[in-house]
């Protein structure tokens, strides 16, 4: 058996917006499927709020809003605990306030992916992506 790797292109959009479909019907129609491999205003839009005390920003959250998708992904997110930045309880406000807008926009997903500085893991380098999944 031969696998083969093949970039997504307006030539082949067709074939796999029908193989989508097919393989996952509940989830897509060939329509769907086809529109979102090929319509660029169901990527990302930008949103983000910030706290402040005493006038002060103190921290913030921004978000990808994918409408296509029904999903809200943290992008990132910080706050300054007394010149410290942590990304900890002290963000709850600001986490509750993108749930809330995700359920008022009807999204169905949350997310938020943490991710590796300088493609390491707890200090160790990545070596294998594929392994480090399993």
């Not at 058996?1 to 796999?16: K, R």
């Not at 329509?31 to 990527?43: C, H, K, M, P, T």
Request: charged share 20%; net charge negative.
């Amino acid at each position: 058996m031969t696998m083969e790797i093949n970039i997504l292109h307006s030539s082949n959009v067709d074939a796999v917006a029908q193989f989508m479909s097919t393989v996952k019907p509940e989830w897509w129609d060939y329509a769907g499927a086809y529109r979102q491999l090929q319509d660029v205003s169901l990527l990302a839009s930008l949103v983000g709020w910030y706290i402040t005390e005493d006038s002060n920003i103190k921290g913030w959250i921004l978000c990808a809003e994918y409408a296509g998708y029904s999903c809200l992904s943290i992008e990132n997110l910080g706050y300054d605990d007394n010149g410290q930045f942590v990304m900890e309880q002290q963000l709850e406000p600001l986490l509750t306030q993108a749930e809330i807008y995700a359920k008022e926009k009807g999204y169905r997903n949350l997310k938020y992916i943490i991710g590796s500085t300088e493609m390491s893991c707890h200090g160790k380098p990545i070596l294998d992506f594929a392994e480090e999944l399993l």
